[in-house]
T-cell receptor, first 116, second 114 residues
Framework: KAGVTQTPRYLIKTRGQQVTLSCSPI?????VSWYQQTPGQGLQFLFE???????NKGNFPGRFSGRQFSNSRSEMNVSTLELGDSALYLC???????????????FGPGTRLTVL | AQSVTQLDSHVSVSEGTPVLLRCNYS??????LFWYVQHPNKGLQLLLK??????LVKGINGFEAEFKKSETSFHLTKPSAHMSDAAEYFC????????????FGGGTRLMVKP
């Protein structure tokens, strides 16, 4: 079974631009979550999508948005990029969420975004 | 609100000696707990998970962790370190009262000396 794939793997943008990152989950997984990883803040939850609906959202400004398609693929968008948005963006997928417990999340290799 | 504290940002051991990575959590409900490992330039890989079954959880690559509710701890151990264990390790809590969102600890970088 193919793992979680993320494209592109590396991206360089300048301040003020916008960027779109893509994530393809493991086949059959309907939950996709996004995380931002930086040396200063560590790993922080951005949002989660399940069956094309946003289920949870972390504490990030509205410049960060996402969506999920009917095939469970997900994209996240960051508008008006700032230097502080430079980070590794990780996507994770999981199967149906069972009551009372989180199913294992499988992570992709990440997209490293550099904002100049 | 839930939180996770990894007590050591860096741990250095010699190859063949035991590994102990410490983790304390705070959760308003019975949480699910995980340890993930991240090798350089790679995504995160699940080592093991606790979901209210046995308190001693065995994972991959010889790692195990013990859930101690009275101490709110979930420390990760391995009897004998291998050079390939050098990586960053994350303790993670999932609280069903918080929509099953994952909260990550700050990470512990494990260094293994030959």
């Amino acid at each position: 079974k193919a793992g979680v794939t993320q494209t592109p793997r590396y991206l360089i943008k300048t301040r003020g631009q916008q960027v779109t990152l893509s994530c393809s989950p493991i086949s059959g997984h309907r939950s996709v979550s996004w995380y931002q990883q930086t040396p200063g803040q560590g790993l922080q939850f951005l949002f989660e999508y399940f069956s094309e609906t946003q289920r949870n959202k972390g504490n990030f400004p509205g410049r960060f948005s996402g969506r999920q398609f009917s095939n469970s693929r997900s994209e996240m968008n960051v508008s008006t990029l700032e230097l502080g948005d430079s980070a590794l963006y990780l996507c994770a997928s999981s199967s149906l969420i069972t009551s009372g417990a989180r199913d294992e999340q499988f992570f992709g290799p990440g997209t490293r975004l550099t904002v100049l | 609100a839930q939180s996770v504290t990894q007590l050591d940002s860096h741990v250095s051991v010699s190859e063949g000696t035991p590994v102990l990575l410490r983790c304390n959590y705070s959760s308003s409900y019975s949480p699910s707990l995980f340890w993930y490992v991240q090798h350089p330039n790679k995504g995160l890989q699940l080592l093991l998970k606790y979901t209210s079954a046995a308190t001693l959880v065995k994972g991959i690559n010889g790692f195990e962790a013990e859930f101690k509710k009275s101490e709110t701890s979930f420390h990760l151990t391995k009897p004998s370190a291998h050079m390939s264990d050098a990586a960053e390790y994350f303790c993670v809590v999932s609280d069903p009262n918080a929509g099953n969102m994952l909260t990550f600890g700050g990470g512990t970088r494990l260094m293994v000396k030959p």
